[in-house]
C-alpha cells in the first residue's frame, strides 16, 4: 500500500481516522449500485454464458457483498475491534477482491465477437471505475486495486478475439486506466487537503477559546 500523503502531518493520526470514516460513509451507496450492475450484467450476458459462468458469477458476488456486510457492521458495531492502519488493511483487501471479481466479467460472459456486446461491457467497466472515485480515492492504494483488474481482463481478452477494430478498443482501455489513476491521485489530494484544512481551523479554534 502506498503511504499516506500525510503521515508527517501534525494531525496525521486524526487525519487518517477522519479519511476511514469518510470513505465508509461515502462508499456504501457505490456498493449497493454496483451490487446492482452485477445482476443486470448477468441478465444482459447469460444467453452468451454458460450455467457454470453464470454460477461462477452469482457465487463471487454473493460471497463478496456477505463479506462486505460483515465488515461494515464489524465497523460500525466495533468501530475500536481494530486500529485506523488496520481497518485501512481491510479496506485495501476487500477492494482487491472487488476487483478481482469483475475481473472475471469478460472472461465468463464474453463468448461472443459482436461490437455492441464488448463496447457494453466496456462502457460498464469504465462507469465502474469512474463512480466510486469520490469515495474510494481516500485510499488511492485501494482504488487503484479496485480498478486495475477489470481494465486489465478486458484488454486481455480482446487480444484473444478477432474482430474488427479491437486496437480501438485496447487503446481505449489503456487510455481510460491511465486517466483514472490520474484523476484518483489528483482527486485523492483534493479530499485530504479538505480533511486537513477542516481539522487544522477546528485545532485553532479550540487554541484561540
Not at 18 to 32: T, V
Not at 101 to 121: G, K, M
Request: charge should be negative; hydrophobic fraction near 50%.
Amino acid at each position: 500500500m502506498l503511504k499516506p500523503t500525510f503521515h508527517r502531518h501534525e494531525l496525521a493520526e486524526q487525519i487518517d481516522i477522519e479519511r476511514h470514516h469518510q470513505f465508509m460513509k461515502e462508499a456504501l451507496p457505490h456498493l449497493i449500485s454496483g451490487t446492482i450492475t452485477a445482476i443486470a450484467l448477468y441478465f444482459i450476458y447469460r444467453d452468451f454464458s454458460t450455467l457454470q459462468s453464470e454460477l461462477i458469477w452469482l457465487f463471487s458476488n454473493i460471497v463478496l457483498v456477505l463479506c462486505t456486510v460483515v465488515f461494515y457492521s464489524l465497523y460500525y458495531f466495533q468501530p475500536h475491534r481494530l486500529t485506523v492502519k488496520q481497518w485501512g488493511g481491510v479496506t485495501f483487501l476487500v477492494s482487491a477482491l472487488w476487483g478481482l471479481c469483475w475481473a472475471l466479467a469478460p472472461f465468463l460472459f464474453l463468448h461472443t465477437e459482436q461490437s455492441s456486446y464488448i463496447a457494453v461491457l466496456l462502457v460498464i467497466t469504465i462507469a465502474l471505475a469512474t463512480s466510486p472515485a469520490p469515495a474510494m480515492v481516500h485510499y488511492p492504494s485501494a482504488y487503484y486495486i479496485f480498478i486495475t483488474p477489470p481494465f486489465a481482463a478486458n484488454a486481455i481478452h480482446l487480444l484473444g478475439i478477432d474482430i474488427e477494430g479491437v486496437f480501438i478498443f485496447a487503446m481505449l482501455i489503456s487510455f481510460m486506466w491511465i486517466t483514472m489513476l490520474i484523476y484518483g491521485w489528483n482527486l485523492h489530494g483534493t479530499m485530504i487537503n479538505s480533511i486537513k484544512l477542516r481539522l487544522e481551523n477546528e485545532q485553532a479554534w479550540k487554541e484561540a477559546e
